[in-house]
């Protein structure tokens, strides 16, 4: 294990499996399971700093090719790194830019290599490498930086997530040897797609480069939850042990609580500050659309269970306020009390799994949220 990163296991819960533990890190200790907001541009959207200190977040997450293009990397090396840049104090996590490339590039070019596309801002042509991705998260200083990776479709046939599944384990191999700052810990992916035969291969290959933290990629990418589930069912007997496991892209309640049950550590998801800024909240109750003319005079806090500023300090009747006049405060608000939603949501997970009872507050919590078991 690296002496700047190190993971505890906690607590195995008796019943259910599920895990508690405790990642070290340069820039402090990460308890999971673990939810980590986005902040693709170096921020979270609409919130400061001190709101994500005050509402418990851990860790947060930039983005690499976004970063790269604006305001660049190497600018960013100049103020200091990411940490200094944004004044953020806690651990970063910084995905690749493979996604971002592969979703967001209209015309691209993939050879072993790497990947040839436009910028989507400019049309510039552009080359990213696994150690250009390297490079750039270098650049930013991230204590945790990702593998480039390749993310084949859902639909993809045998043969296609193949050859995404092979491309992303030479490219790891590559990622691996440029990787050399002891300050960052690289998380290779796992990819295959929804093959169990490719899966498993990829995890098995995959492992060879695991120091401390693992990823698995191409999930939650459009598939119905039982085929997401049946893959981390295939995964779990052979992940390893001694180091967090992140489920990349998941934010929804009853996919965290499903992946945690079957061995996840770590999470990250647009969702919570995407709906907020469409005016959707998740509560202990379950989902409030604030644009239903119901709450026009709800003079009621939001959730009463949540001890966030918005609930403790601001009614439905004036959220829904507004949401309609669409007022930027109803976007900060609502994103402030999404992710402490969820990050309470991560604590009373961790609570019970350390008691030995994750399987009755996931019964209780889907009783109440409105999800169906």
């Not at 499996?17 to 820039?27: E, K």
């Not at 993939?110 to 750039?136: W, Y």
């Not at 084949?152 to 990787?179: N, P, V």
């Not at 006049?325 to 109803?330: G, H, K, M, Q």
Request: glycine share 6%.
């Amino acid at each position: 294990m690296d002496k700047n990163f190190s993971y505890e296991i906690l607590h195995v819960d008796k019943n259910s499996g599920a895990r508690t533990g405790v990642l070290h890190t340069p820039h402090g200790d990460i308890y999971t399971p673990i939810f980590m907001p986005v902040g693709t541009l170096a921020t979270v959207k609409s919130l400061t700093n001190d709101d994500l200190y005050d509402i418990g977040a851990q860790i947060i997450l930039a983005n690499t090719y976004h970063l790269h293009i604006r305001p660049g990397d190497e600018l960013i090396k100049r103020a200091g790194g990411l940490h200094k840049f944004m004044n953020y104090k806690g651990p970063i996590l910084t995905d690749s830019g493979g996604f971002q490339v592969f979703s967001l590039a209209n015309i691209r070019k993939i050879t072993d290599e790497g990947v040839e596309f436009r910028n989507h801002l400019s049309g510039a042509k552009m080359f990213f490498t696994p150690e250009k991705a390297i490079e750039i998260q270098n650049n930013l200083g991230s204590d945790i930086v990702m593998a480039f990776d390749v993310c084949s479709e859902y639909g993809a046939t045998h043969e296609q997530a193949e050859l995404a599944m092979d491309r992303t384990l030479a490219w790891l191999k590559r990622c691996f040897d440029a990787q050399k700052n002891p300050k960052q810990m690289l998380f290779p992916i796992v990819q295959g797609n929804f093959y169990e035969d490719l899966r498993h291969k990829s995890l098995m290959e995959t492992k060879k480069y695991c120091k401390c933290g693992i990823a698995i990629g191409g999930l939650s990418v459009g598939e119905p939850k039982e085929v997401m589930i049946k893959m981390l069912d295939v995964l779990r007997p052979d992940y390893p042990e001694n180091m967090p496991r992140y489920l990349m892209g998941v934010g929804t309640p009853d996919y965290i609580f499903e992946s945690v049950e079957r061995g996840i550590d770590m999470f990250d998801c647009v969702l919570q500050t995407r709906v907020a800024r469409n005016g959707l909240a998740m509560t202990s109750h379950g989902k409030v659309t604030l644009k239903n003319a119901k709450y026009k005079e709800d003079f009621s806090p939001l959730d009463d269970e949540c001890d966030c500023y918005c609930c403790k300090n601001h009614t439905k009747a004036y959220l829904h306020h507004l949401v309609m006049c669409n007022e930027i405060l109803a976007a900060r608000l609502l994103s402030l009390h999404n992710i402490r939603f969820t990050l309470n949501m991560m604590k009373n997970m961790r609570d019970a799994i350390n008691n030995d009872r994750f399987n009755e507050y996931k019964k209780e919590f889907y009783q109440k949220y409105g999800i169906e078991n």
